[in-house]
């Protein structure tokens, strides 16, 4: 069974830009939740999407947004870039949010902001 | 917002050494997990704790979900050096359900031959 896909593995951008962020989820997960992994803050929750419907959202600004397709493949777009938001973004699948479906993450996409 | 305190920060043991970290919090997790990551990938799971005082192995680790659900602790038992990453806790919220969680900032384990 294929494990969670992310695209690209690495991406560098200037301040300003805008980035789109893809995921494919392990084949049968519903829910497609974004984390954005930085030194100083460690992992924190962006966002989680469930049967293409944004169903949780943590505390970061408008400019990060994402959205989920009906094949539950889900993509994760930040504009106007900053520095801070050079991190590692995670993205992970779990079927629906049972207590025995646990997170099953990604590798991530290496975002680089100059 | 909820927070977890990982400790230690970061340990460098012996091979065959056994190794113990935790987390603890000031709230009440339904749920607990515990990632190991290695470079260059992503958090994997190593074992899921569902009930106040639940003791789950798998292979040589141990983990356990503490009875006031607000800690929990992971022992690794005569390691390797394949051990070596960063381990993370996380905790769930209520109604079982894992898709937000909130991790510690992780115990980085280094393994010496």
């Known amino acids: 069974k294929a494990g969670v896909t992310q695209t690209p593995r690495y991406l560098i951008k200037t301040r300003g830009q805008q980035v789109t962020l893809s995921c494919s989820p392990i084949?049968?997960?519903?829910?497609v939740s974004w984390y954005q992994q930085t030194p100083g803050q460690g992992l924190q929750f962006l966002f989680e999407y469930f049967s293409e419907t944004q169903r949780n959202k943590g505390n970061f600004p408008g400019r990060f947004s994402g959205r989920q397709f009906s094949n539950s493949r889900s993509e994760m777009n930040v504009s106007t870039l900053e520095l801070g938001d050079s991190a590692l973004y995670l993205c992970?699948?779990?079927?629906?949010?049972?207590?025995?479906?646990?997170?099953?993450f990604g590798n991530g996409t290496r975002l680089t902001v100059t | 917002g909820q927070q977890l305190n990982q400790s230690p920060q970061s340990m460098f043991i012996q091979e065959g050494e056994d190794v113990s970290m935790n987390c603890t919090s000031s709230?009440?997790?339904?749920?607990w997990l515990w990632y190991k990551q290695e470079p260059g990938e992503g958090p994997v799971l190593l074992i899921a704790l569902y009930k106040a005082g639940e003791l789950t192995s798998n292979g040589r680790l141990t983990a356990q979900f503490g009875i006031t659900r607000k800690d929990s602790f992971l022992n690794i038992s005569a390691s390797i050096p394949s051990d070596v990453g960063i381990y993370f806790c996380?905790?769930?919220?209520?109604?079982?359900?894992?898709?937000?969680?909130?991790f510690g900032k992780g115990t980085l384990l280094t393994v010496n031959p």
């Open positions: 709230s009440i997790f339904n749920t």
């Open positions: 992970a699948s779990t079927l629906s949010g049972p207590r025995d479906s646990p997170l099953h």
């Open positions: 084949s049968g997960h519903r829910s």
């Open positions: 996380a905790g769930g919220p209520s109604g079982g359900s894992n898709y937000k969680l909130t």
